[in-house]
């Protein structure tokens, strides 16, 4: 297989600086690890790919003779040997991904211990009017809690962990990966350094058991969808924790049948008849928490006009006060209408001396 140019393997331009170079292999590094890429020989491959790039592109002497003569410059150096000098801010480069990737900057892991869980979440669906007054609601979750039996150690009563002989208690072992080696978790004991030679029973070495629990989550009026809640302490928990993770409650509205929600506003459209139009009305109209209101119909209003109901929307969270509620007016013709009701339409024609040959209207005057 032709091997890419290293340019193009670290996606920069040829006139790229050595920070842009450093950035773009860490980059590459971080998405293609083999510990982020477990069995996965293509994304090792590109590991590799990448770091012969940066180990040749970083170095001055190296990418001078890298640029006039190819990769023939590279073979005739005797391949892309490791250089001490060009790796220099390797521990700059790697020592987030390595805090990230073992829980430490790439040092030993020996005794420690995870003290915390991990979250939970939980989705949970509520109506808009719900939103309008906020509720308290009911949720069972299963968790993951500290195994009685062992204290969450894993280990049956009377047993203790034992040191990893693989990693010899450190939790690391050495991976070649181009042409330098780099430490990753250890694969006999997940990490830990340690290793249970008698799993408890109860747990079965997990050192967790699920539990079953109900939970009443106060959803506060107002509330946005997509927003989420956190219960603290009510995650799960993890074989050595001290303390659980937490609990976040995502909560999601249903649309409404009638009103559409925007932020704290809400719309809604009435039906309404020509007459009540033209010669002016006062009805009454519910709110989305069933409070009955007196919206007031000018004469002469006019179809899809927008009226407003001012803080008869949506609760404002933890503000005290709400948006506003819009009617749109659409007039709705009447399907059958009576002859006296004809009669009485025609005289008011001619009451209003409506126009019988009416000239088209320009369309920029629909909007």
Known sequence: MAKRDYYEVLEI??????????????????????????????????FKEATEAYEILFDAQKRQAY?????????????????????KDFGDIFGDMFSSFFGGSGSSRRGSSNTQGRDLRYDLTINLKDVATGIKQKILITTQVSCGGCAGSGAKSGSSRKTCTTCHGTGQVNRSAGFFTIPSSCSTCGGSGQIIEHPCDKCSGKGVIPKQEEILITIPAGIEDGQRLRVAGKGNAVQGSTQSGDLYVFVRVRPHD????????????????????????????????????????EAGTQNDTDLRLREKGLPIMNSGRRGDMYVKLKVVMPKHISGKAKDLLKELAKELKIDKNPSPMKLKDLS
């Open 13 to 46: 331009p040829k006139n790229a600086s050595s920070d842009d170079i450093k950035r773009a292999y860490r980059k590459l590094a971080v998405k293609y690890h083999p510990d982020r890429n477990p069995d996965n020989p293509e994304a090792e491959a590109k």
């Open 67 to 87: 640029d006039q003569y190819g990769f023939d410059a590279v073979n005739n150096m005797g391949g892309a040997g490791f250089d001490p000098n060009a790796f």
């Open 258 to 297: 009638i009103f559409e929600r925007h932020g704290a506003n809400l719309w809604c459209v009435l039906p309404i008849s020509p007459i009540q139009l033209m010669t002016g009305d006062e009805i009454i109209i519910s709110t989305i928490d069933d409070v009955r209101v007196k919206l007031k119909i």
